[in-house]
């Protein structure tokens, strides 16, 4: 009876060591992937502060560029119209070629952050049903 133990006592520690480096490899999988997604949060953080500085330097040049709109229309009263259509149509161009391009990147790294989520759950599905099936052999074992 002890030589029919002895296999598959074996056969049976060799998968729980097997299952044991496949949820080491998982959690390791798992700890890359918040360590991904620590990353794209920051980077993501980073964009966000630069364009919101350049936001507010736009804007501020655009107040300084309206005040020299003003004073010139004091000054030459003639080129009022000109001068104000001029410089609000270009302002106003860049600024919302800008704004698009901040808007595609929010977008972009908003889809690389969900990425990295799908990954992590997959990765945590992964696990849960490796140690489903390591708890479900382990019964079999026991119960034989």
């Known amino acids: 009876m002890c030589s029919d133990i002895t296999p598959e ?14 949820l080491a490899e998982a959690r390791q999988e798992r700890d890359q ?9 920051r980077l993501y ?3 966000a502060r630069q364009r919101r500085e350049e936001t507010a ?3 501020s040049q655009l107040h ?11 000054t030459h009263p003639s080129q009022q119209t000109l001068l104000a259509s001029i410089t609000a149509a270009d302002s106003l161009d860049t600024v919302q070629g800008q704004l ?3 808007v595609s990147r929010c977008h972009q790294l908003s889809e690389q952050l969900q990425a990295e989520q799908a990954a992590h759950a997959q990765t ?5 049903a490796a140690l489903g099936d390591a708890f479900d052999t382990r019964s079999r074992l026991t119960s034989t």
């Open 9 to 22: 006592l074996t056969q049976w520690i060799t998968e729980v060591r097997t299952l044991q480096q496949k």
């Open 33 to 41: 992937a918040y360590n991904s997604t620590a990353n794209w949060r």
């Open 45 to 47: 953080e980073i964009e």
């Open 57 to 59: 330097e736009l804007r």
């Open 64 to 74: 300084a560029l309206q005040q020299q709109i003003q004073h010139q229309a004091k």
């Open 100 to 102: 698009e391009a901040l």
């Open 124 to 128: 945590r599905q992964s696990l849960t």
